[in-house]
């Protein structure tokens, strides 16, 4: 499957750049170009380059390509304008015809064009009416093909269609709303080796029939991380057991729960996915997923200790420091779990044992947002006032000084990272 | 003559009753506040700015606040008033911005969250249902992390559609946002960062 991926890849690379040559305009002050990503000329020197020994007709198609959303039974119409700039007649027949590379082939039955067919003399245009009728029982995807308003082709190797010089490309994705709505789109968590918790996974079942899931854990997203070598998972999936009802009724809401217990020695993150394999059309493969990611911290029980050596007898100012990054609080979180307090034990100790440690201040700071331009207007308006992105929490201690070796031990209490400072003399 | 007069000094007086309601209910509904806490001293005239405040908030239909917490500052002879309610119908909390000068309070400023579970389950659900949300996130519909749900008050949600209370539904990661009319269940504007 991934050679045939890439494969593909270096196909596909290879037409675009035999296209890309075939069409380059060349640099000539006499030669008309028209190359925007709505229009495409072809000009009879261009090809003649490497393809001297084809002959197509020479018109100016706009656009060259139309991407549409459409639901099942649903239709819609696009213009399509072409220009001889041939110096003869062309005949006009505009057709459905495949395209490489595309997950679904647009039914041409889907397709009617008008008119259809034109004589079209040299600097006339013409608009075509591309109207596309999606059958209610169509399956949502992505489709592709191409309109040919000509039989003119490239020859090629790389497909088993023939490439259509003078064509429209056209995409149509079909699609419904979904039927199920996943309420808990993603589960974050900074969790602590040893402990267990629990997550639930909401989903709710707006259609008017029953619904089957079954849940698990996706070992295709597992293996591409690996490839990739992330920061290395913390655990298994075995670490995480999925309880859920089979069925989500009509109308009704169940619950999927997720119980992780996090094995003793694990360190580090973990990323993954719960495929919920919804059984409905509605939901596309890559829609039913829910993320996973935790981070899995660990109290330390040890302090870090910090040597250091005065020279005089000043007074000792330590200022310790941690930030904590509001992530969840802006975006929302699928956490449980709330995030406790930090603080910090200290010890400070010289050659005649421990120094007491006064605190002499305790700092909360922040970062704030003021929204400006990220917000939707009606927020920007009336809300987006604030949003804490950054906390940070100081304390700072004081003892009296003496010459000699000193060790501060320091043990940050629900702390991701700290900074210290150690100040001899005025501190400020 | 005198069967009128009673029956006319009855209806005046049930006029003044109905009144009475009217006004008191009108009171009532806007001043469903328990509790008013102030950090730091709260200033002289604190009872006058918790009763005029408490005619300004707007908790979501339905849901009263346990209490709104009042922080001070002041610049330029105003003082700035940012209020914190919490209710218990809601994990999330309002937060307002107040200025008061010449014995006037304004509002200035809201983020309005304090919204209950199912309503905002609700707004979630309407807005993954319009097409051009679900078009917009595309395949990426269940990994763009959770929306915010706030309340937009009438004053702003008459610029967008109509003077009544609306709900936005906003994936900032994602630059998408719906205006919903839950009255109506209606998404009726929708935001996709490039607008």
């Keep these: 499957m991934y050679n045939n991926e890439r494969i593909r890849i270096y196909s596909l690379i290879a037409s675009m750049l035999l296209i890309g040559m075939a069409f380059s305009p060349v640099a000539s002050a006499d030669i008309e170009t028209y190359a925007t990503s709505e229009t495409i000329l072809i000009e009879g020197s261009d090809e003649a380059i490497l393809y001297s020994d084809i002959t197509f007709a020479k018109l100016n198609i706009n656009p060259t390509y139309s991407n549409i959303d459409l639901k099942p039974g649903d239709n819609n119409e696009i213009s399509v304008t072409v220009t001889n700039k041939d110096n003869k007649t062309i005949t006009l027949e505009p057709k459905m015809v495949p395209t490489a590379y595309q997950q679904n082939l647009i039914d041409e039955n889907w397709v009617s064009i008008t008119p259809s067919s034109k004589d079209l003399e040299p600097e006339e245009k013409v608009e075509f009416t591309i109207k596309v009728d999606i059958p209610e029982d169509a399956d949502i995807g992505d489709y592709g093909a191409s309109v040919a308003f000509t039989d003119d082709t490239m020859p090629q190797s790389y497909s088993v269609y023939p490439q259509y010089i003078n064509a429209m490309y056209l995409y149509i994705e079909v699609w419904t709303p979904p039927n199920i709505q996943i309420q808990t789109s993603y589960i974050r968590d900074r969790v602590e080796s040893g402990e267990e918790y629990d997550y639930e996974i909401t ?51 169940a619950v999927v729960n997720v119980h992780l217990e996090v094995p003793e020695d694990a360190r580090g993150t973990y990323y993954g996915d719960i495929d919920l394999n919804i059984d409905d059309p509605s939901i596309d493969e890559w829609d039913d997923e829910v993320s996973l990611n935790f981070d899995v911290w660990t109290q330390p029980v040890e302090p870090y200790a910090k040597k250091f050596t005065t020279q005089t007898n000043d007074p000792i100012t330590i200022k310790l420091s941690s930030s904590v990054y509001n992530y969840d609080k802006w975006m929302g979180t699928g956490s449980e779990t709330e995030t406790e307090d930090p603080s910090f034990d200290l010890e400070l100790e010289n050659g005649s044992g421990n120094v007491e440690l006064k605190l002499i201040r305790t700092t909360y700071g922040g970062t704030v947002s003021l929204g400006a331009s990220s917000y939707p207007p009606w927020e920007i308006d009336s809300a987006g006032i604030y949003q804490e992105t950054l906390e940070s929490y100081v304390e700072t201690y004081e003892t009296s000084g003496a010459v000699g070796e000193w060790t501060l031990n320091i043990l940050p209490i629900n702390i991701e990272e700290f900074d210290y400072l150690i100040t001899i003399g005025d501190s400020e | 003559m005198v069967g009128m007069s009673k029956i006319s000094i009855a209806l005046v007086v049930m006029i003044f009753l109905f009144a009475g309601i009217i006004s008191l209910t009108n009171f009532t509904n806007s001043s469903s506040v328990n509790e008013f806490l102030w950090t730091g001293a709260p200033p002289s005239n604190a009872d006058k700015i918790e009763a005029r405040i408490s005619q300004l908030v707007s908790p979501y239909q339905g849901i009263e606040y346990d209490n709104i917490t009042l922080a001070t500052s002041e610049k330029n002879n105003k003082i700035h008033i940012h209020a914190t309610a919490s209710t218990s119908a809601s994990k999330y909390m309002d937060r307002y911005d107040f200025v008061y000068s010449d014995n006037e309070i304004i509002i200035t400023g809201y983020i309005l969250e304090a919204i209950p579970e199912s309503v905002r389950s609700e707004a979630i659900s309407l807005a993954l249902q319009n097409e051009e949300v679900a078009s917009a996130m595309g395949s990426g519909m269940y990994t763009n992390g959770d929306p915010s749900v706030k309340q937009i008050l009438p004053e702003t949600s008459e610029k967008f559609y109509t003077g009544k209370p609306l709900i936005s539904v906003t994936w900032m990661d994602s630059s998408i946002s719906a205006l919903i009319d839950m009255d109506t269940r209606a998404v009726v504007q929708v935001w996709t960062g490039s607008e």
């Design chain 1, 203 to 253: 989903l709710k079942n707006i259609a008017d029939h029953d619904i089957e899931i079954d849940p698990e854990f996706d070992d295709d997203q597992w293996s591409f991380s690996s490839r990739y070598g992330t920061s290395g998972f913390a655990f298994e999936s075995d670490a995480m057991e999925i309880t859920a009802p089979s069925v989500v009724k009509a109308g009704e809401t």
